[in-house]
Every structure is written in structure tokens, then in C-alpha cells.
């Protein structure tokens, strides 16, 4: 049974770091592409960014370069998002999902997904 399930999410500080993880129980795993959305109440899930099948390339959206990295550990099935400089408007809740393409920012893109993991920034 496919399962992506993440953890690390919680209560962060404004200016702060947190650091989310992605188990994925896929067969191949390095054969997808591993993206991050969030989706805050009220809104639309939005793309956070992706990471490569091999780690080597990511792509992340505007509103989190240069704050947020996105990196993978294919010995261990597991994705990462290190989230710095955090801030309110980062509360939501955080899916990690896979793709079999890269630079993709559609959430139809993306064959399976994560339950979720709610990050909370106080300012």
C-alpha cells in the first residue's frame, strides 16, 4: 500500500525554523519527483516547491525561495522540508505528494499524497 505519511509539523516562532518530513512507503521511490504544497483555511492548496528524483534539482515558489529547502534521502524514503525565517503567513497545513514529473505546480500532477501536517507561526 502506497503511503506517504509526514511528520514535524507544529508550533514555530516568527523568524524561526522548522523542519518537516516526508516518509513514503513507494515502490521506486526514487523514481518520483517530491513536492510540498500548503493550503491555509479558507484558501487554495498551493505549490511550495519540488525536488528531483535524485535529489540534484529543485524548484521552489517565489513566496518561500530563499527561506525554505527542499532536499530528499532516497536511502531512507524520506523527503525534507526546512523551513527558516518562517512567518504568520506560513501557517497551513503542509502535504508532501510525488509526481512523475518535475516542475510541475499542479496538484493534478501529483499521484499520491500525504495526510498532512499543520505548521502554526505565531508573529
Known amino acids: 500500500q502506497v503511503q506517504l505519511v509526514e511528520s514535524g509539523g507544529g508550533l514555530g516562532q516568527a523568524g524561526g525554523s522548522l523542519t518537516l518530513s516526508c516518509a513514503a512507503s513507494i515502490r521506486n521511490f526514487r523514481n518520483y519527483a517530491m513536492g510540498w504544497f500548503r493550503q491555509a483555511p479558507g484558501k487554495e492548496r498551493e505549490f511550495v516547491g519540488q525536488?528531483?528524483?535524485?535529489?540534484?534539482?529543485?524548484y521552489r515558489a517565489d513566496s518561500v525561495k530563499g527561506r525554505f529547502a527542499i532536499s530528499r534521502d532516497n536511502t531512507k524514503n524520506t523527503g525534507y522540508l526546512q523551513m527558516s525565517s518562517l512567518k504568520p503567513e506560513d501557517t497551513a497545513l503542509y502535504y508532501c505528494?510525488?509526481?512523475?514529473?518535475?516542475?510541475?505546480?499542479?496538484?493534478?500532477?501529483?499521484?499520491?499524497w500525504g495526510q498532512g501536517t499543520q505548521v502554526t507561526v505565531s508573529p
Open positions: 505528494a510525488a509526481s512523475t514529473s518535475f516542475g510541475v505546480t499542479e496538484p493534478t500532477n501529483y499521484v499520491y
Open positions: 525536488v528531483t528524483w535524485d535529489g540534484a534539482g529543485t
